[in-house]
């Protein structure tokens, strides 16, 4: 798994989620994974070059842009991904730290996005992850929720 676009806490960005991530599930071993994964990260630079959009760098190594949604963050990790000359979904699968924990608003089970501003129930949350997981390969999303909302998990 190779951290390649920061937001949150990681980055100064608009980008709420802390991690985007790919992963090389197609890879034979663990040396072209890692190959994959490297050409996969320049194609992406490539990408958010074109589109005016390479700036900087998140705390943890991924690219930092200032995106306006989750979608759209994905589509360019998509897209970057078939210029790298893999297939989403059986070259590479996609995962979330989503780091909720940071997103409290005032009470366990609300939400407020640090950057966005938008606001959120666990239920409205859970949507929002099961739309995405509906519409792109995501294989994992980490603290998609905060670690005390029990009821929201």
Same mark, same amino acid.
């Given at each position: 798994? +190779?951290?390649?676009? *920061? ?12 991690? &985007? +991530?790919? +992963? ?5 071993? &663990? =040396?072209?994974?890692?190959? #994959?994964? $490297? /050409? ?18 998140? !705390?943890?190594?991924? &690219?930092?842009? *200032?995106?306006?949604?989750?979608? /759209? ?10 210029? =790298? ?6 070259? &590479?699968?996609?995962?979330?730290? =989503?780091?909720?924990? /940071?997103?409290? =608003? ?6 407020? +996005? ?6 959120? $129930? ?6 929002? #992850? ?12 980490? !603290?998609?929720?905060? /670690?005390?909302?029990?009821?929201? #998990?």
């Amino acid at each position: 798994m +190779m951290n390649i676009l *920061n937001g949150g806490a990681h980055a100064a960005n608009t980008v709420d989620v802390q991690e &985007f +991530m790919i +992963m090389p599930k197609g890879a034979s071993s &663990f =040396a072209e994974g890692l190959r #994959w994964c $490297t /050409e996969v990260y320049h194609a992406l630079a490539g990408t958010l070059k074109e589109k005016g959009l390479l700036g900087g760098i998140g !705390d943890e190594g991924g &690219f930092a842009p *200032n995106l306006s949604s989750d979608a /759209e963050v994905l589509d360019i990790i998509l897209e970057s991904i078939k210029k =790298a000359g893999y297939k989403a979904g059986s070259d &590479f699968v996609l995962a979330l730290d =989503a780091a909720a924990s /940071e997103w409290k =608003a005032g009470k366990v089970g609300e939400y407020k +996005m640090p950057k966005s501003g938008r606001t959120y $129930t666990a239920k409205e949350l859970v949507a929002h #992850w099961k739309d995405l997981v509906e519409k792109y390969p995501i294989f994992s999303i980490e !603290d998609a929720l905060d /670690e005390e909302d029990w009821e929201g #998990w």
